[in-house]
């Protein structure tokens, strides 16, 4: 397996209810390396850019209006098949069918409000890290 990096994204939901610091600590325990890391409250402009993918569909103004709700909390994680992992410590989309233990389980709501977003494939995953990081506040890598 490679070293790999990800995006992770603390929606506001997890960090209005202040579970932002167990979040990473779950991820730390998980074999994640936090690597980047930085508190924001994203604009409009900078919500609709990252989410652009989804302006056709029918939640994109939802989505953006949670997105820029109040603050986020947005890493770089590293370790081994990063992507793959983290997904799977995320758990699925909705928390009520997430599995047991998974961050959403633990700390989603509903679809909408499911305290966390991860990069979908490797690609992308240098394209969320770039939105959002300069190379020069992401820590250089291990592997």
Known sequence: MALERTLCIVKPDAVEKNKAGHILAKLEESGFTVVALKRTHLS??????????????????????????????????????????YRGVMGATDPAKADAGTIRKLYGANVGENAVHGSDSLDNAKIEIAYFFAASEVAPSAG
């Open 44 to 85: 409009r402009q900078v919500a609709e850019g990252f989410y652009a993918v989804h302006k056709a569909r029918p939640f994109f103004g939802e989505l953006v209006q949670f997105m820029t709700r109040s603050p986020v909390v947005i890493a770089v994680l590293e370790r081994d098949n990063a992507v793959v992992q």
